[in-house]
């Protein structure tokens, strides 16, 4: 457990009683009461500062368009403010209930993907910043990301106070739940399309309904064949990527036709020493694939900047392509505040948060540390490119939808965080009291406050021209 085991009054594991007690204790130190309460110091670091100096690290021609993405509203904005937002938990009270953070928790970083038994779940799907921390920063990144979005779908304080509310008590109940069952019932827990499908019929109106199958029924068709369709263009009888700049640039565009060969050659060896991070039946299943085909993608809000990159492989023919994505994994943004990961590579950090934090993982989830052309070591981990995935569309949600999301999301995160830390200990701090819901309703607030305010602050900062933005 990332919380650990600490010895009970007899010398062996503490009771529940006793792990419950440990989380009401933890009241004393930190009351329910001042997670609601947040201020910006005299002292806080200019946000535009701090987005320049993740900049500094990523590839120079793409830090223009994660500028342009994240300008694009508040909420865009918020997505790739996970460095400003940690550097503003930093300073707060902490529990001391310890779990695997997420780090980026916000509303679309939920989302359903296809399980290695090919059922649909939904779960947290992306960790490029996790790392072991207080419970209460991932609960406060997402009941925030839900302030933001409701602000930006035009909800009322009260609608939005509504949905504040059903997040923090969604996740506080399933803690509750969670700490009654056995270690491997919370292990196993999940939910399955046919689970996401009762809860929401009975709280989406049709229309909205109607919407949630439809989306589905997108994420049941993007897979690798799928990708082909869209991203694969046959030359010469030899298929290859598709080049759409600045989004999607082939290798050999990237590359001179001297560099080439000798690059290819390194993702041969890159894709070998990725294999060895497989489990044995699926590195067999990966060897049955060919590469064929490379190219860099600009992906996410936050993430662009950093390198990703899609693999086409083929395995008998070409209706039968598998698509990689290997993104570049750097130092979590909560490391300078929270401590330096465990792991050896950033990659592998990425990889055993998510398979220690999701219900079920992609089967082709693996790590790697490379070289570049410049002599710089990167850490990257990889996964599928397109796996049944689907995220929740913001921009047609209402009132009552967003709140059954945000109970999703809630529950979703809890047993994500139970399976790591102490839910014990967390229901015992959480208590069965609405207390803390209202305390995080309220710093939502007081927090989609500070990011309309740094939003503000890049764009005077595009107009001044300290920093470029490109539309994305």
Not at 66 to 80: I, T, V
Not at 425 to 434: E, M, P, Q, R, T
Request: aromatic share 8%.
């Amino acid at each position: 457990m990332v919380s650990g085991d600490a010895p009970g009054a007899t010398g062996d594991r503490p009771s529940r009683e006793e792990r419950a007690a440990a989380g009401r204790d933890a009241r004393a130190l930190v009351p329910r009461r001042v997670h609601g309460e947040w201020e910006a110091g005299r002292d806080r670091t200019d946000p535009v500062r701090l987005l320049e100096e993740q900049g500094a690290r990523r590839v120079p021609e793409l830090v223009p368009l994660r500028y342009g993405r994240m300008l694009d509203s508040p909420f865009a904005f918020f997505r790739g403010a996970a460095y400003l937002m940690a550097a503003d938990l930093a300073g707060a009270p902490r529990t001391g209930l310890r779990v695997q953070l997420c780090g980026d928790a916000h509303l679309l970083n939920f989302g359903v993907f296809a399980a290695p038994d090919r059922r649909l779940v939904f779960s947290l799907n992306d960790f490029d910043e996790t790392l072991p921390g207080p419970f209460e920063w991932d609960v406060k990144r997402l009941v925030a990301s839900f302030a933001v979005a409701g602000r930006d779908r035009g909800f009322d304080e009260a609608e939005r106070r509504t949905i504040n509310l059903a997040v923090v008590a969604s996740y506080r109940k399933a803690m509750h739940r969670l700490a009654a069952m056995g270690r491997l019932d919370v292990w196993y827990a999940r939910l399955d399309l046919d689970d996401l499908d009762a809860l929401l019929s009975e709280q989406l109106e049709p229309g909205d309904l109607k919407r949630f199958h439809k989306n589905v029924a997108k994420a049941r068709t993007k897979d690798s064949v799928r990708a082909f369709t869209k991203l694969v263009e046959v030359v010469d009888g030899r298929p290859r990527l598709i080049s759409d700049p600045p989004v999607i640039v082939r290798l050999e565009e990237l590359l001179s036709a001297a560099h080439h060969p000798h690059v290819v050659g390194e993702l041969h060896a890159i894709l070998r020493s990725y294999r060895r991070t497989l489990s044995g039946d699926r590195r067999h299943l990966l060897e049955g694939f060919q590469y064929a085909d490379a190219a860099r993608k600009v992906v996410g809000v936050g993430s662009v900047g950093t390198r990703a990159w899609i693999v086409l492989m083929i395995g008998n023919d070409d209706d039968d392509p598998l698509f990689l994505q290997a993104k570049e994994a750097e130092a979590s943004v909560l490391e300078p505040f929270l401590g330096r990961s465990a792991h050896p590579t950033h990659g592998q950090r990425v990889v055993e948060g998510q398979r220690l934090m999701q219900s079920a993982s992609d089967i082709m989830l693996g790590w790697v540390r490379l070289t570049g052309v410049d002599g710089i070591e990167r850490d990257f981990y990889v996964r599928q490119l397109w796996d049944g995935k689907g995220s929740a569309v913001v921009s047609a949600m209402k009132p009552a939808t967003m709140t059954a999301y945000g109970r999703l999301c809630g529950w979703t995160l809890a047993r994500a965080h139970a399976r790591s830390g102490d839910p014990v200990a967390i229901a015992g701090y959480l208590g069965s009291g609405d207390r803390f819901d209202r305390a995080l309703a309220a710093f939502a607030e007081i927090y989609a406050d500070q990011n309309e305010r740094d939003y503000a602050a890049l764009q005077r900062a595009v107009a001044a021209g300290r920093v470029t933005a490109l539309d994305g």
